[in-house]
Nanobody, 126 residues
Framework: QLQLVESGGGLVQPGGSLTLSCVGS????????RAWFRQAPGKEREGVSC????????IYADSVKDRFIISRDNAKNTAYLQMNSLNPEDTAIYYC???????????????????WGRGAQVTVSS
């Protein structure tokens, strides 16, 4: 059975950077779209970014554009989220997701991805 495991979360100072990783196990995710979501306390879950199976299509939430970079390494069955210029508003639990749709949905916020990780805490604070 497919499992997704996030790593790389932690405490970061404002303005700092952090990179999350999401390793899939069980079977190949080469043909799956992969995405990152986050949810802060008292807030709705937010779609952060998505990358298509080929990597040719990428989307970002407006809140993270120009600061975050999503990527994937199919040989390692891994997706990444590089986060730069972090601010306290980025504090949240970050979830990795994957879906066999291959492409990214037009509205990542309302699409239910098939597979999810358990989440990784990212805290931005001084």
């Amino acid at each position: 059975q497919l499992q997704l495991v996030e790593s790389g979360g932690g405490l970061v100072q404002p303005g700092g950077s952090l990179t999350l990783s999401c390793v899939g196990s069980g079977f190949s995710l080469d043909y799956y779209a992969r995405a990152w979501f986050r949810q802060a306390p008292g807030k709705e879950r937010e779609g952060v970014s998505c990358i298509s199976s080929s990597g040719s299509s990428i989307i970002y939430a407006d809140s993270v554009k120009d600061r975050f970079i999503i990527s994937r390494d199919n040989a390692k069955n891994t997706a990444y989220l590089q986060m730069n210029s972090l601010n306290p508003e980025d504090t949240a639990i970050y979830y990795c997701a994957a879906d066999p749709s291959r492409s990214c949905p037009a509205d990542i916020a309302i699409y239910l991805f098939a597979f999810w990780g358990r989440g990784a805490q990212v805290t931005v604070s001084s």
